[in-house]
Structure formats: structure tokens, C-alpha cells
């Protein structure tokens, strides 16, 4: 069943619930039905839901500002703006997005550090107020050109944990240079009202939290004596959002809370905020992609340099000889496999097939890009029965920094994004859902 709600979000409503398999099976028939062999991507709406809910109840005190650039899709701010979230954006064309959708501009945080003039000018006249800094330039631009925001410090962590991304020290004013910073706020009578930080997104340790709410109490004793009183803590983002992190997330939200108790217990007044990105999308979403060719090679292929790492090679060296399959894919690492080397260091992508077979036999393949790049690989090094040409594959927890940053290089086509939901958890949010049959919505 298919339905429609006043936003024009096109969900097929499942009564029952259904494996994503299953459902998968089902969109794949259609389009094979069409005629249609593009990429496209399937987005469970349930997962969302889900996951707000976790969120909500697992850390009651932390408002959600959900990070934009994770994944921008129309519908995932829909839902997620309707379930009662906020919104980090970092950007004016984030902000637009975001305002767009009937948020109110606080119910947004505007996190980039460094603005555009003209970004800053149009987040003024839209009264978008909440934005953070970490230099003095900048508050000399916030004074002339948005006076009334209402500033909060990014700080730079000294003590730095494992993670898949770090900021490193691109943002984030050090701590031997805070307190000259604010006071440099308080002589332009700029309003400072909090502290941010981002422990780096796919942290691996809980315990970079407890780092950091201890740095930014430290820091808010030092707004204290220069004549500020904080109201707003930022924690960042880097909570894990894959399938099988839900017991690190309990653990993270667990340490964030005892911290928060003991540090800035609640008769303090102080708002916490969080700012989860990847938590939130990255679930949610699988990505399906065919096989448009095929080859074979009765040596292992030469892979320009960066594939030949041995970290990246999981066929070990005395199956160097043996046969390799060789899949050309029509989906890329310039559309949703980016190589995660540029943001999230994640390269290993394992497909898993929709067909059921009990295949004994497995081959060294290689999975290659749309493009025509070189070095477009998905996946180098892996071993898979014998594929067909035709078929399809899917591949889960897509949901974050893969749509957001997918280009169109070489005429990669954008994929469409089929949603779906088990009903239960859509009329809690849409209890007033009227559905209609796929029919009646074609006209
Ligand atoms: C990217 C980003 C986030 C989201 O990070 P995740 O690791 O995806 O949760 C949050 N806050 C800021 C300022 C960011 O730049």
C-alpha cells in the first residue's frame, strides 16, 4: 500500500512487519518490471523512527540538531523535523534547505566556524541566531554583520581519541588561547552563550566524551570570570548509527550521561544539545546497485597502487594466481561508495545478494565502479560465489556521507530512493495518514 501525506512523502506502508529483504525483493521486482537497471537507494522510514525514539529516551537530555551534511534527503528532514527534531547546518544552502521544510530558524545552529559574509547575512535576515566560532576574525564578522547571534565556542580537544574521522585541529579554539578569545567577545558586547566540541565522527571510545564535557566545564568556568554566564552545551556528533552498534551506543549514552549529571547536573539550567549525524542516517538506508558486466582473468589483476595496500587486500598472497572475477558495477566511489578515505575512512564495503543460493564455491572478485576511472573500485579484494550479469546486490547501512557527497562525474546517474515503513511506526507519527492505493495516485 502506498501513501501520500500533505509533505508528498511516497511511502509504501507495510501492516505487517517484513524483513528488509523482503522488501527488497519487492522493489527489485519493479524494477525489473520498468525496465529500469540505474542504481537506486531503499530507505527504511521505521529505521528513523527508531532511532529519534532511542535517541529521546536514551539521552533525555540532549536535543537533537541533527547534522545535515550526514544526508541531506528531502524526505529524512521531513520526518525528522516532524517527529520534533532540530538542526545543525553549516552552511546557507543547508539553512535554506532546512527553513524550507517550515522549521523555525531555532530550532537551527548554524556549526561552521568560518562563514561566508553573505551566508552570515542571510542567516540575520532569517533570524537564525545560535552559530558557533573559534577565532577572532570571525567575531570581528559576527559583530558587523549579525551583532545579536548568540555565540558558541568551538573549543579544540586536547585530549584526542581513535575515530574514523577527526577534525584534527581544523577547527576548534585551543585552550591556551580561550580565554583571550572571550574576552575579545566581551569588549565587542557580543553575546557568548555556550561551548561545542566534536569528539570526530566514528569515535571508538566512550571515554572521549568524559574528555570533553570535563574541557568544556573548565571552559565555562572561564566565560564565567570573564563576565559570561553559559546556558548551552554542544556535544558534537560522532555516535555510531550501523546496524550493530546499538550496544556502543548505549554504552556512549550511559558515559554522556553520568558525565552530564555529575558536571552540569540539571538545576543548573544549562540546554545540552548533540548534534548526530551519522547516528541518525546511517541505518536507515541500503544501497542497490546491478551488475552490468563482467570479465575474468586467470591471474590476479595489477590494481593501481592505493588498492594494493595489504591492509586493503583481504585474498592472501598465495592465491595470487588463481582466478579472478572481475564486476562492473553501476554505481561508483564518485556516487554513494565514495572511498571513505576522504571523510569516514570506511573503504570495506561487502555486498550481500539478493537471490538465495547455496552456493559451496567462492572466487577472489573485484567489484569495480561505474566510471571510468582507474581507480573506481568498491571493493578490491573479496570473495564471492560466481555472480551473474543482471543481478542485483544490495548493501547495508548507507544512509550517511554517501548520497550527501555522490557526484554526477561521468554522467553517474543520481539515484531515485524508494521508502518504506511498517505502519505502527508511521501512525505514530502521522496518526492521521490517509492512505490510497498506488492506482488512485497515478493518473
Ligand atoms: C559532521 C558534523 C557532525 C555530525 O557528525 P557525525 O559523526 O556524523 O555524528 C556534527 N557536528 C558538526 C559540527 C559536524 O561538522
Not at 517527529?83 to 530550532?107: H, N, Q, T, W, Y
Not at 548551552?232 to 548505549?250: C, E, K, M, N, R
Not at 595496500?309 to 582466478?323: F, G, L, T, V
Not at 573506481?376 to 555472480?387: M, Q
Request: with cysteine.
Amino acid at each position: 500500500m502506498e501513501a501520500y501525506i500533505q509533505q508528498n512523502i511516497p511511502v509504501n506502508l507495510h501492516p505487517e512487519r517484513r524483513t528488509k529483504l523482503d522488501v527488497i525483493q519487492k522493489f527489485v521486482a519493479d524494477m525489473e518490471r520498468e525496465g529500469k537497471d540505474e542504481h537506486f537507494l531503499v530507505c527504511d522510514i521505521g529505521d528513523i523512527i527508531k532511532k529519534y525514539q532511542q535517541w529521546s529516551q536514551l539521552l533525555p537530555r540532549v536535543k537533537l540538531f541533527y547534522a545535515v551534511k550526514c544526508n541531506t534527503d528531502r524526505v529524512l528532514l521531513q520526518i525528522l523535523s516532524d517527529l520534533g527534531a532540530s538542526f545543525d547546518c553549516a552552511s546557507k544552502m543547508e539553512i535554506e534547505k532546512v527553513l524550507g521544510l517550515g522549521v523555525s530558524p531555532d530550532r537551527v545552529i548554524y556549526t561552521h566556524p568560518h562563514k561566508l559574509n553573505t551566508s552570515l547575512i542571510y542567516a540575520e535576515r532569517h533570524s537564525v541566531s545560535l552559530m558557533t566560532f573559534d577565532s577572532e576574525i570571525e567575531l570581528h564578522k559576527i559583530k558587523s554583520l549579525h551583532p545579536t547571534a548568540r555565540l558558541v565556542l568551538r573549543i579544540l580537544l586536547f585530549e584526542q581519541f581513535e575515530a574514523d574521522e577527526k577534525f584534527g585541529s581544523k577547527f576548534g579554539c585551543p585552550s591556551d588561547q580561550t580565554r583571550d578569545l572571550l574576552q575579545l567577545a566581551k569588549e565587542l558586547e557580543l553575546v557568548v552563550v555556550g561551548v561545542s566540541f566534536h569528539v570526530g565522527s566514528g569515535i571508538k571510545d566512550a571515554r572521549a566524551y568524559i574528555a570533553a564535557i570535563q574541557q568544556s566545564r573548565k571552559t565555562f568556568q572561564i566565560a564565567q570570570e570573564v563576565g559570561f554566564i553559559m546556558n548551552v552545551l554542544d556535544i558534537g556528533g560522532g555516535f555510531p548509527g550501523a546496524q550493530d552498534t546499538s550496544d556502543f551506543f548505549h554504552e556512549i549514552a550511559s558515559v554522556v550521561n553520568e558525565t552530564l549529571n555529575d558536571l552540569f547536573p540539571a538545576d543548573e539550567g544549562v540546554d545540552i544539545i548533540g548534534e548526530p549525524g551519522a547516528y541518525v542516517a546511517t541505518s536507515a538506508y541500503s544501497s542497490l546497485v546491478n551488475i552490468i558486466g563482467k570479465r575474468w582473468c586467470s591471474k590476479k589483476p595489477l590494481l593501481t597502487e592505493r588498492y594494493n595496500k595489504p591492509e586493503k587486500n583481504s585474498w592472501n598472497s598465495c592465491e595470487e594466481d588463481r582466478n579472478t572475477y572481475m564486476y562492473y558495477l553501476n554505481d561508483s566511489v564518485f556516487g554513494n561508495f565514495l572511498d571513505g578515505t576522504l571523510y569516514t575512512g570506511c573503504t570495506t564495503y561487502i555486498p550481500k545478494r539478493i537471490k538465495t543460493t547455496n552456493d559451496t564455491v567462492s572466487y577472489g572478485s573485484i567489484l569495480w565502479g561505474f566510471t571510468c576511472a582507474g581507480n573506481d573500485c568498491v571493493n578490491p579484494s573479496i570473495r564471492l560465489p560466481e555472480l551473474d550479469v543482471g543481478e542485483w546486490l544490495y548493501f547495508e547501512d548507507m544512509g550517511a556521507y554517501t548520497l550527501s557527497m555522490a557526484s554526477n562525474f561521468n554522467g553517474l546517474e543520481t539515484p531515485e530512493i524508494k521508502y518504506y515503513c511498517s505502519e505502527d511506526l508511521w501512525l505514530q507519527v502521522y496518526p492521521k495518514t490517509i492512505t490510497i492505493s498506488r492506482d488512485q495516485t497515478r493518473q
